[in-house]
């Protein structure tokens, strides 16, 4: 099972970002995939979740307007789409699925 996040990169205040997540070695659309994310100093939290049946889950009120989750299983991918970001969004975001984590992509909003 491998996961593998990317996307991420520096960005300014009210910027966009996409995440991809590309996921391999289990039955993707079998299983909801989450993305979480780490701020320097903080514990990891959850940050939205896409079920199998592509519903929308554990959207954290922080991010409630600004971020979508999306898959797309013919390619073994979960996106997630980061519209008018905020300093404090700045975190490492990870992917998590079938109880296995990528490595992180790192997110830095800053001007």
């Known amino acids: 099972v491998q996961l593998v996040e990317s996307g991420g990169g520096l960005v300014q205040p009210g910027g966009s970002l996409r995440l991809s997540c590309a996921a391999s070695g289990f039955t993707f659309r079998s299983y909801a995939i989450s993305w979480y994310r780490q701020a320097p100093g903080k514990e990891r939290e959850l940050v939205v979740t896409i079920t199998s049946a592509e519903g929308i889950t554990n959207v954290a009120d922080s991010v409630k307007d600004r971020f979508a989750i999306s898959r797309d299983n013919a390619k073994n991918t979960v996106y997630l789409q980061m519209n008018s970001l905020k300093p404090e969004d700045t975190a490492v975001y990870y992917c998590?699925?079938?109880?296995?984590w990528g490595q992180g992509t790192q997110v830095t909003v800053s001007s």
């Open positions: 998590r699925g079938r109880g296995y």
